[in-house]
């Protein structure tokens, strides 16, 4: 896909989530990270970056993240990481509308990295390819390549051999139980299923949607279990990444709402579509068209 790539001294992009339809883990590398096999998709619900110019190289995340130092930021690290592989002297002053909880599953931490990436490849004119930037990214995260390459994916390795998969758009609702989970944790615990047999593309919508990490998560995090047996009720419900967020299938966007409205107040819940194409990208080609 050809997009504009015309000098601005400013941009704003979404950073979607995203939801994991199945995930399944077959192994685990030598250097401790997981093989799996997952299908990835985008919700229609985003943070909002903005990015400005500025000639003195620095990289200035002016909205604070609240217990999380602006070096560790996932933003701050990504754009320093494209500043030292690309040698640009530009720099930028960056700040963002957080709407996704953090360690939920939805990815977001990856999802603003990816944003980064994209947004300031075009502000600095630094002309990575899309296959250069999610190598880059990958460095800071697993799931950052998904979210450069912007459709809905079937994933093996450690999340980032991709290629194109169609689910249906369902209506999704998202509930967040009140517990931050921590991927190093999950993937580092004992009682994880690690040993799936590997199944192939052609099965990955059909038959056994499961998450390998859900059972474990439950156990961990009793209010995971409660999220989790208080939506089945409603809808088919799965937990997404290694949680803490689950969310329900819905075939229009009224059912879901009616569910939504009954959520108990202790859990923080949204209505969004999957989207097959990321909010990124259509969002880039509105700017590309304009600009013709
Ligand atoms: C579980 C998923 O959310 C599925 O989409 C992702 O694979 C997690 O991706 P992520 O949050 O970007 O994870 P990373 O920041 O790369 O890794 C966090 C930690 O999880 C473990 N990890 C992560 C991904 C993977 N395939 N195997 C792992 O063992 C590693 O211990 C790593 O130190
Ligand atoms: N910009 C960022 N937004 C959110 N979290 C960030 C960011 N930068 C760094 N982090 C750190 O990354 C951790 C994981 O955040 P993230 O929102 O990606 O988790 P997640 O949704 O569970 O991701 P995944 O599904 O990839 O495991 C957070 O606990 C936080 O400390």
Known sequence: M???????????????????LMLHITGQRPDGYHELQTVFQFLDYSDQLHFRLNHH????????????PAEQNLIVRAAKLLQQHTGTTLGTDIEIDKILPAGGG???????????LVALNQLWQTNLTQHQLAELGLALGADVPVFIHGFAAWAEGVGEA??????????????????????????CHKKLTRSSKPI?????????????????VSELYPEVKKALDWASAFAPTLMTGTGA????????QSKAEDILARVPGDWQAF???????????IE????ASVNH
């Not at 190289?57 to 999380?68: D, K």
């Not at 939805?106 to 980064?116: F, I, M």
């Not at 967020?245 to 229009?252: A, L, M, T, V």
């Open 271 to 281: 209505v969004a579509r999957g989207v097959n194409t990321s909010p990124l990208f």
């Open 106 to 116: 939805l990815g977001g931490g990856s999802s603003n990295a990816a944003t980064t």
């Open 245 to 252: 967020c689950i969310f329900s299938h819905f075939d229009q």
């Open 57 to 68: 190289q620095q990289i200035n995340l002016l909205t604070p993240f609240e217990g999380l």
């Open 162 to 187: 991709l290629q194109p998969i169609v689910p249906t758009q369902d209506w999704l609702l998202v509930i967040c139980p009140n517990v931050h989970v921590s991927t190093g944790e999950i993937f």
């Open 2 to 20: 050809k997009r504009s790539t015309a000098a601005c001294k400013a941009i704003s992009l979404p950073a979607p989530a995203k939801i994991n």
């Open 200 to 216: 192939k593309f052609a099965t990955a919508l059909v038959g056994d949607m499961r998450n390998d990490c859900q059972s474990l």
């Open 284 to 287: 880039l080609d509105k700017i």
